[in-house]
């Protein structure tokens, strides 16, 4: 318990640094801006520590601090880390330096409020993924819309008041309802730990209700079809950076959601209601990709393509409960959830990359439509060459980062029913279609008018920061098994714990999953 | 009655608040123009001097005094400092507004003091007659206040509101007391609990009685449907008027809340557990949906206040100790909200111009970054937005309504906080993403209002991030 508070300097870090940079003031760019970089760049070596001193072979929390915050509700400051928060707060610390550099030169109107922002969102999201205690979770969960709102309403686009509000209103309206379910349960436990949560034993009812509070917090936040109508305003407004840490990390956290939350803590409504989920995901990734192919604007097309990418990490998750109800296959399950979690990761490096893509064109002519851009190429060839690559991971080429996490979704929806994986795997055609098309209208042909031959291809700037997220997901792809070490443990202890039904025993009679006589349940 | 050391001594801090507003009364007098300055720090000095003696009379055991009239324990030592802290912003805040209109005259404070004065003996009030003789005291000087800028009609206008809809509720409270006195045959408190214990709630005349204690209380607080006067006085009455009356006074309308319905009515819980629920789905629905239509941000606050004040009584009707510290909670941290955002628009106002309009906020980032950030505190606390305090008072009140198996009652009070989010967003938006109007003057502050604007921004954030202190402080005063 005395070891160093890894998981505090995480979070709190880039906040003191965002303090730091908003108390700098707006006189000198360049202070705020190397400040800014400094914190982040130390912020992401920090947890890098992390990922070193991970023990891969439990699915015990790690970096554990626990001190009490308001004793008199039991509410502590407790923190912790397991295989599937890890990577997720590494990628967090990782993807807000680019961020920062992409804010390098475009950014003019209060520079240091900008930063100071991304800097504190970044601290707040690593303690979204490391905080189990309920009311912390929900705390920093808030907190992170604060910044994000700023970012949105006052360095976005035309239409952003609107985006900005419209963003914070569903996902307030989504968390909410958590709230309330966080509260009954801690009158059910006793406390508001989550670990506590996850072994609380809950009637069917309960179950339900409290999934479906679940539920509207997530599925806002992944976002789920139908209450994704947000994301495609959020990100043609929001500022580059915004969209990157939207796309790339924001939604991500509805999908932690699922596997700390409602996984673990109702598995019985889960697998009473994971056709709901099932339905809603397949419906992202057919309708919304349909969607994708008619966008005029680049940014909406990319956000689209997100939550359609986001429904298969819904599927991988919810899966798990029709394979683990077939007595005859055996393995699957867990290949369904890391499958998932290899998408989240993977997403977040090629959306942020798109993102970054499209705001490289953007601060230059600014201009997101498709149709006032025409053969990039031929002036830009560096940015044409990054453009192609990630566009290709986008559509899920093998051999990037794209392609494993939804091949490794589509095999255990197989397993689980044939007619699934047909939807989810046709799609992927969709999903080359309107990132190809896209790429084909903007980066080849024929120079398409004077903005586009004046234009002035990447600096060393612009090449360091795309070149080093093609590697990582050239290497994501390639080679992903460390990422998929780290979280096995975890995500096999998770299995264990969904598959087995928690109904008291008045209600055993419903259970859909395992009794708990026939399985052995693994220790929270 | 005893006039002894005994009874004196936890009485101080009324009796230091008195000796100041006599002092500055008398003081006026003999001040030149240039001087009258000295009116605004010592009655600065008069709520220290009352604070610090405040701290140095309370703790320990709850002592009754002047023959069970009075009461000093544990809610009054802590409401009492909430409400002298509270009074010091609002004093500091309104020094420049009144300084530009060369109105730094005894009256304001005068008249600020003999409200806060009402307030403590509210607060530790321990029979019904010294409740209203304290409500009375606090209600008849804010009367006054609201009228205090001569030449404005609105200002008077608002102020004869006040007065006629103030007085009819405090009748309607005295009607309620009278009540209670004819069948218990007491109106100290303790005893009133008592007597009701042992007749139950047979008695016809006593549930009768709790109605228009609940009624009266409703109209001090502003609660839906006794509510029509709040907007119509948060508009007309001077900014620093409404300062003071926006703030300190919901802290003692809780004192006279708790005091009546959980000190001496507590046996009727029942009854009027029933109406608060009516009451605070109301106003929480009422003060939502109608404050987003506003434009003058004075209106707007009022009807945000109405669903504050909702949120209190979810805590109040809970009937349980962490019901009622949840409200005290709140009604501390609403205080220090509002009193910070009437601030801000007192520093956005000069001589001549009152800012009230919502569009008065335009650029506040632009024009001064420091203030913009503590608005947009005051204003995501009073959404609930964590890491601020507003947030932990919301849970707290959750919390106790849950606990009592009222979910449903939790379950409207979050669906009307996302609506209410709406207009608080809006203000944000006002601060941040509009530019400033062309001929917007820099903002002229002293380094006082600046200094006391810092501690009110920060105090939202740090509460919330550390709340255990003053929790533990609240749930002392009901154990």
């Known amino acids: 318990m005395n070891e160093f508070p890894l998981l505090t300097l995480t979070i709190w870090l880039p906040i003191i640094g965002g303090l730091v940079v908003l108390a700098n003031g707006e006189k000198s760019r360049d202070i705020a801006r190397w400040t800014a970089l400094a914190f982040a760049c130390v912020t992401f070596l920090v947890s890098l520590g992390l990922w070193i001193g991970f023990d891969a072979s439990t699915a015990q929390m790690q970096f554990v601090e626990r001190t009490p915050w308001i004793p008199t509700f039991n509410v502590e400051y407790f923190l912790g880390v397991d295989g599937i928060s890890m990577p997720l707060i590494v990628l967090t610390t990782f993807i807000t330096i680019f961020v920062v550099i992409a804010g390098w030169e475009v950014i003019a109107y209060k520079q240091n409020q900008y930063l100071a922002a991304f800097l504190i969102m970044e601290g707040v999201m690593v303690g979204v993924f490391s905080a189990l205690d309920a009311v912390l979770f929900y705390v920093f969960w808030e907190a992170m819309l604060i910044p994000m709102f700023i970012i949105i309403g006052v360095w976005g686009g035309p239409n952003r008041v609107y985006a900005t509000i419209k963003f914070f209103l569903y996902t307030f309206f989504g968390s909410v309802f958590m709230l309330i379910a966080l509260i009954y349960m801690y009158f059910q436990s006793g406390s508001f730990s989550i670990l506590d949560f996850q072994s609380l034993q809950l009637g069917m009812t309960a179950q339900i209700l409290i999934f479906i509070a679940f539920l509207m917090a997530f599925a806002v936040k992944v976002p789920m079809f139908p209450v994704h109508t947000w994301l495609p305003d959020a990100h043609v407004e929001a500022p580059t950076g915004g969209s990157v840490i939207l796309a790339a990390i924001m939604l991500k956290i509805g999908g932690y959601g699922f596997l700390r939350f409602s996984l673990p803590i109702t598995p019985d409504a889960s697998a009473s209601l994971d056709w709901l989920i099932i339905a809603l995901s397949l419906i992202a990734i057919v309708y919304i990709g349909f969607v994708a192919l008619v966008q005029q604007d680049m940014k909406k097309l990319i956000a689209y393509s997100s939550i359609a990418h986001m429904g298969f990490v819904t599927l991988g998750f919810f899966v798990v409960f029709t394979i683990l109800a077939n007595p005859a296959v055996s393995s699957g399950s867990v290949m369904g959830i890391e499958g998932g979690m290899v998408q989240m990761i993977s997403h977040g490096f090629i959306s942020g990359a798109l993102f970054l893509c499209v705001g490289v064109l953007y601060d230059r002519v600014h201009s997101r439509e498709i149709a006032d851009y025409g053969g990039v190429i031929n002036t830009m060839p560096w940015f044409g060459a990054f453009m192609v690559y990630f566009a290709m991971a986008n559509a899920g080429l093998p051999g990037t980062s794209g392609f494993v996490g939804e091949f490794m979704v589509i095999l255990a929806t197989f397993r689980a029913d044939f007619w699934w994986s047909f939807l989810a795997a046709t799609p992927l055609i969709l999903a080359a279609a309107f990132t190809l098309w896209m790429v084909k209208r903007v980066v080849f042909g024929e120079v398409k008018n004077e903005k586009v031959a004046a234009l002035a291809d990447l600096d060393i700037r612009e090449r360091i920061n795309l070149g080093v997220l093609a590697a990582a997901v050239l290497a994501l792809g390639l080679w992903p098994a460390p990422l998929m070490n780290v979280m096995h443990a975890t995500v096999e202890n998770l299995v264990a714990q969904v598959s087995v039904c928690k109904l008291p025993e008045a209600e055993r009679g419903e259970c859909l999953l395992a009794r708990p006589e026939s399985v052995a349940v693994a220790a929270p | ?479």
Not at chain 2, 247 to 276: C, E, N, T, Y
Not at chain 2, 317 to 322: P, T, V, Y
Request: hydrophobic share 60%; charged share 15%; aromatic share 10%.
């Open chain 2, 1 to 479: 009655m005893p006039f002894d050391a005994a009874n004196l001594l936890p009485v101080l801090p009324e009796i230091a608040v008195l000796v100041t507003a006599c002092l500055v009364l008398v003081l006026d007098l003999f001040l030149k123009e240039r001087d009258k300055g000295l009116n605004h720090s010592l009655s600065l000095l008069g709520l220290v001097v009352a604070l610090l003696l405040t701290g140095a009379v309370g703790g320990g055991e709850p002592e009754r005094l002047f023959d069970g009239n009075l009461v000093r324990d544990a809610m009054s030592d802590l409401l009492k400092g909430a409400i002298l802290i509270v009074s010091m912003l609002a004093f500091v805040y309104a020094r420049p507004w009144l300084k530009d209109r060369g109105m730094l005259s005894s009256e304001f404070y005068a008249l600020g003091l003999l409200a806060i004065l009402g307030m403590l003996v509210m607060v530790s009030a321990n029979s019904f007659l010294t409740l209203y003789l304290g409500l009375e005291l606090q209600a008849l000087a804010l009367y006054a206040l609201v009228a205090f800028e001569r030449d404005s009609l609105r200002g008077a206008e608002a102020a004869m509101k006040y007065f006629v809809l103030g007085a009819l509720g405090s009748g309607m409270l005295l009607y309620g007391v009278s009540m209670i006195y004819g069948a218990t045959g007491t109106i100290e408190l303790g005893p009133v609990a008592q007597a009701i214990a042992e007749q139950g709630m047979s008695n016809k005349v006593l549930v009768f009685g709790v109605v228009f204690l609940v009624i009266g209380i409703g109209f001090k607080f502003g609660a839906v449907p006794f509510h029509m006067w709040v907007p119509d006085i948060y508009e007309g009455a001077p900014t620093p008027a409404v300062l003071i009356l926006g703030s300190a006074p919901k802290i003692a309308a809780f004192a006279l809340a708790v005091r009546m319905l959980v000190d001496a009515m507590q046996g009727l819980h029942s009854d009027w557990q029933d109406m608060l629920v009516i009451l605070s789905v109301l106003s929480l629905g009422l003060g939502n949906l109608v404050a987003i239509a506003q434009s003058n941000i004075k209106r707007m606050l009022a009807y945000s206040t109405i669903s504050h004040v909702g949120f209190i009584f979810l805590g109040l009707l809970a009937g349980s100790d962490q019901g009622n510290a949840a409200a005290m909670f709140y009604s501390i941290v609403y205080a220090v909200m509002s009193a910070g955002a009437f601030g801000i628009l007192i520093i956005l106002s000069r001589n001549g111009f009152d800012a009230e309009r919502l569009e008065d906020l335009k650029g506040l980032n632009d024009r001064d970054s420091w203030y913009a950030a503590m608005m947009a505190l005051v204003m995501f606390s009073m959404a609930g937005v964590p890491p601020t305090v507003g947030f932990m008072a919301k849970l707290l009140v959750l919390e106790a309504v849950v606990r009592i198996d009222m979910v449903w009652l939790a379950l409207v009070a979050v669906f009307f906080s996302i609506i209410g989010a709406f207009y608080y967003l809006r203000v944000v938006k006002f601060i941040y993403f509009d530019k400033p109007a062309e001929n917007a003057p820099a903002l002229v502050t002293t380094s006082g209002v600046r200094v006391a604007m810092s501690l009110n921004g920060l105090a939202l954030l740090a509460l919330g991030l550390f709340p255990a202190a003053l929790l533990t402080l609240c749930q002392s005063a009901f154990v």
